[in-house]
C-alpha cells in the first residue's frame, strides 16, 4: 500500500507564509504526476499547482506568482511553498500523487488526509 503524509498547515495572518510537506511511502516503483488541492469550506475540492517527476509545474491562476510548487524525487517528497497569503486561501489542503506501485503496474492515484490552512487576522 501507498500512503501519504501532509505537514506544515496551520494558522497565518494575511500576508504571512506557509510550507506544506507531503512525503510518500509504501510499495513505490515511481512516482509520476504529484500535486496539491484544495477544499474550501462548502466548496469543491479544486487544483492549486502540480508538477511531473521532471519538474515542470503548473499552477490554478490564483496562485500563480504567490505559491510554488517543488518536489524531492529522492525522497518522494512534494511541497508547496505558500506566500502573500490571502483569507481566500483558507481550506483544507491535499496531497495527490500518481504511484505506480511496481514496474508492470499502472498508475493509481492516492491521496493524503489532508491539512488544514487558516489565514486570518
Known amino acids: 500500500q501507498v500512503q501519504l503524509v501532509e505537514s506544515g498547515g496551520g494558522l497565518v495572518q494575511p500576508g504571512g507564509s506557509l510550507r506544506l510537506s507531503c512525503g510518500v511511502s509504501g510499495r513505490i516503483f515511481r512516482i509520476n504526476s504529484m500535486g496539491w488541492y484544495r477544499q474550501a469550506l462548502g466548496k469543491q475540492r479544486e487544483l492549486v499547482a502540480a508538477i511531473t517527476s521532471g519538474g515542470s509545474a503548473n499552477y490554478a491562476d490564483f496562485v500563480k506568482g504567490r505559491f510554488t510548487i517543488s518536489r524531492d524525487n529522492a525522497k518522494n517528497t512534494v511541497y508547496l511553498q505558500m506566500n502573500s497569503l490571502k483569507p481566500e486561501d483558507t481550506a483544507v489542503y491535499y496531497c495527490?500523487?500518481?504511484?505506480?506501485?511496481?514496474?508492470?503496474?499502472?498508475?493509481?492515484?492516492?491521496w493524503g488526509q489532508g491539512t488544514q490552512v487558516t489565514v486570518s487576522s
Open positions: 495527490n500523487a500518481e504511484v505506480v506501485p511496481r514496474s508492470w503496474a499502472r498508475a493509481t492515484d492516492y
